[in-house]
């Protein structure tokens, strides 16, 4: 049974118009996660939430913001998707007790057009 | 802020051989000590994880060891098969439950 679902798999947006990604979770789990991943690079952290406490890394571009409505869901919106913002955007999920894995969805590819 | 580097960042081996990839982290409070393998197209699957009270951890040909003074830990693969040919992550969770990747090493078994 998937856990971390995203949508879309595959997502195509013109250049400049705002997109948003999905991603929930069965867990119950109270971290999750976005990350960038570009072509032959390491997952980038974009945000966390820890609980309902929200942290964005010093380097995530003011384009790109998150929203957590509840535990189950969070989305990533990209306010006007660039060139460079091609890339697979990874959700994971983990519980906050320390010393525990997180589980991936299995990505979503944005191609900008 | 946190730092995470691999060593090597890339490793070719004969079929066979043995596969080692270190792990060097900054954050003193990283709790727990994963290794992702990622291969192409897919999501990071986890194949083994170290926790900070225990030195070694060893799972068939996999095996994980952390030195929390120095602050690393390493991928020990033994006997490597074509089918381990891929990239792998180490991404240990720091304060807060943070998670960052390493930057990758990607690992080539040559039948």
């Known amino acids: 049974d998937a856990m971390v679902i995203q949508n879309p798999r595959y997502q195509v947006t013109q250049f400049g118009k705002p997109v948003t990604l999905s991603c929930s979770q069965t867990l119950n789990h109270n971290v999750m996660y976005w990350y960038q991943q570009k072509s032959s690079q390491a997952p980038k952290l974009l945000f966390h939430?820890?609980?309902?406490?929200?942290?964005n890394e010093a380097d995530t571009p003011d384009n790109f913001q998150s929203r957590r409505p509840n535990t189950s869901f969070c989305f990533l919106d990209i306010r006007s998707p660039g060139l460079g913002d091609a890339a697979m955007y990874l959700c994971?999920?983990?519980?906050?007790?320390?010393?525990?894995?997180?589980?991936f969805g299995q990505g979503t590819r944005l191609t900008v057009v | 802020g946190e730092n995470v580097e691999q060593h090597p960042s890339t490793l070719s081996v004969q079929e066979g051989d043995s596969a080692v990839i270190k792990c060097t982290y900054s954050?003193?409070?990283?709790?727990?000590f994963p290794w992702y393998k990622q291969e192409l197209g897919k999501r990071p699957q986890l194949i083994i994880d170290?926790?900070?009270?225990?030195g070694e951890k060893k799972d068939q040909r996999i095996a994980v060891t952390l030195n929390k003074t120095a602050k690393h830990f390493s991928l020990h693969i033994t006997e490597t098969q074509p089918e381990d040919s891929a990239v792998y992550f180490c991404?240990?969770?720091?304060?807060?439950?943070?998670?960052?990747f390493g930057p990758g090493t990607s690992l080539s078994v040559i039948p």
């Open positions: 954050d003193s409070a990283s709790n727990y």
């Open positions: 991404a240990p969770k720091t304060s807060y439950d943070k998670v960052i």
């Open positions: 170290i926790r900070s009270n225990v």
């Open positions: 994971a999920t983990s519980s906050d007790r320390g010393g525990t894995e997180a589980f």
């Open positions: 939430y820890y609980d309902k406490d929200f942290n």
